[in-house]
């Protein structure tokens, strides 16, 4: 039986599930169950970098192969899928063990990156490959339009992880909450917290992308100042 939250998301991706347990599946961290979403996380990581690789290809044809590689690990890597993963709020959703669940393993981004995945491979296997395409596709549009193949400049997310591998710290935390607005307008808050800075980073944009993508740019600021 599906859940409200299983169905608000099927809802939010534009998707129907015909064998709704492969959805379950895909959302079941290895903690909580033996049938869990590791094999759908193998299938969705193959489908996702395909479908990114020709969306690419076909959007810049100029573009040597060299770049188009970057340009796609990028893009399907674990930050940005945790970005998307926290879009969703698959938080919410996730099915936990004990363990995790004590831990915030919700808000962990390993494992919400792997759970878009499994998601990715859950749909290929219930709808086939042009159905999980086109959720790619939109889940992505925003992020497609905006690369510009002339600049190689590292995001503010990027920037900072890698600044704070660098110095040996612990990795950024992310939250986002949608703000409401008279005018009915998307807004939204991101909290960075960064274990350098003892406090917490505020942004707000209108997407979870650019609210999270502020808040770095602040935490890169201030700690970049400090140094």
């Known amino acids: 039986m599906i859940t409200a939250g299983q169905k608000?998301?099927?809802t939010q991706l534009q998707i129907n599930f015909s064998d709704i347990t492969l959805l379950q599946q895909a959302l079941t961290h290895r903690s909580a169950a033996s049938r869990n979403n590791e094999r759908l996380e193998y299938l969705g990581d193959a489908i996702l970098s395909f479908v990114i690789a020709e969306a690419l290809f076909n959007r810049f044809p100029q573009v040597k192969e060299g770049k188009l590689s970057r340009l796609r690990a990028s893009l399907v890597k674990g930050v940005t899928l945790a970005e998307i993963g926290?879009?969703?709020?698959?938080?919410?959703?996730?099915?936990?063990?004990?363990?995790?669940?004590?831990?915030?393993?919700?808000?962990?981004?390993?494992?919400?990156?792997?759970?878009?995945?499994?998601?990715?491979?859950?749909?290929?296997q219930d709808s086939g490959l042009e159905v999980v395409k086109s959720l790619i596709l939109r889940l992505y549009e925003e992020r497609l339009s905006a690369i510009d193949v002339n600049e190689v400049v590292k995001d503010a997310k990027t920037r900072l992880q890698e600044l704070l591998q660098s110095r040996k710290q612990p990795l950024p935390l992310y939250s986002v909450k949608e703000v409401k607005r008279a005018d009915n307008e998307p807004l939204f808050e991101a909290s960075c917290q960064v274990a350098i800075l003892k406090k917490l980073i505020i942004a707000q944009g209108s997407s979870h992308r650019k609210a999270?993508?502020?808040?770095?740019?602040?935490?890169?600021?201030?700690?970049?100042?400090?140094?």
Not at 213 to 227: H, N, P, Q, S, V
């Open 86 to 124: 926290r879009e969703l709020r698959l938080g919410e959703v996730l099915i936990l063990g004990p363990g995790e669940l004590k831990s915030g393993g919700y808000r962990r981004e390993s494992i919400l990156a792997d759970t878009v995945e499994a998601i990715f491979g859950a749909l290929y």
């Open 212 to 227: 999270e993508t502020t808040a770095a740019e602040r935490a890169l600021k201030l700690i970049e100042d400090k140094l």
């Open 8 to 10: 608000s998301l099927c």
